[in-house]
């Protein structure tokens, strides 16, 4: 079992599996996807005051957690997409689900927000776009050539992606 513990200097440990999914943080919550052996995503509370030594876990989630993808945070709501491929939305406050979506695919790169769009991208380079929201409103789908394992990438208004035989940059002129 997962647990997060404060050290005295303030700083906080979780002894656990490895992980591959990087935490994201807001408004003294992280939420952890735990990764591997058996996935699911925590919501803690980090505010050691609240515990002394110890965090508060507000929520759990298991259905499709990720062992490999990030999650995403944006405007209060979690994203993310399970390693086979079925994107999810959960109101970060409650955990609730508000909806998810089949992208086909198995999925290894963590999805990005990036100019008000959400980007997943599958293993076979399929690209879906999607807007942000308590509603799932999809806005393309794109097809690149090669395999993609990596998450892409961010700088200034270009969004870069690597396949396994392309390195794509993307950006409004």
């Known amino acids: 079992m997962t647990r997060l513990t404060a050290a005295s200097s303030g700083t906080w440990t979780c002894p656990a599996s490895p992980t591959s999914p990087r935490p994201v943080w807001a ?26 030594g110890s965090a508060r876990t507000l929520w759990q989630w298991k259905p499709g957690a990720p062992a490999k993808p990030s999650t995403l945070l944006v405007d209060g709501l979690l994203y993310f997409v399970s390693d086979n491929g079925v994107a999810r939305c959960l109101d970060a406050r409650t955990g609730k689900q508000l909806w998810q979506r089949r992208l086909g695919g198995p999925h290894t790169a963590s999805p990005i927000y990036a100019d008000s769009r959400i980007y997943f991208i599958s293993e076979e380079g399929e690209a879906t776009v999607i807007a ?38 993307i950006e409004n002129p």
């Open 132 to 169: 942000p929201g308590r509603t799932f409103t999809l806005l393309a789908t794109n097809h690149l050539d090669g395999r993609c394992l990596a998450s892409p990438a961010v700088s200034g208004k270009a969004l870069f992606i690597r396949t396994d035989t392309h390195l794509y940059r």
């Open 27 to 52: 408004d003294g919550v992280a939420y952890i996807s735990t990764g591997y052996m058996n996935p699911e995503l925590w919501a803690i509370r980090t505010d050691a005051r609240e515990e002394a």
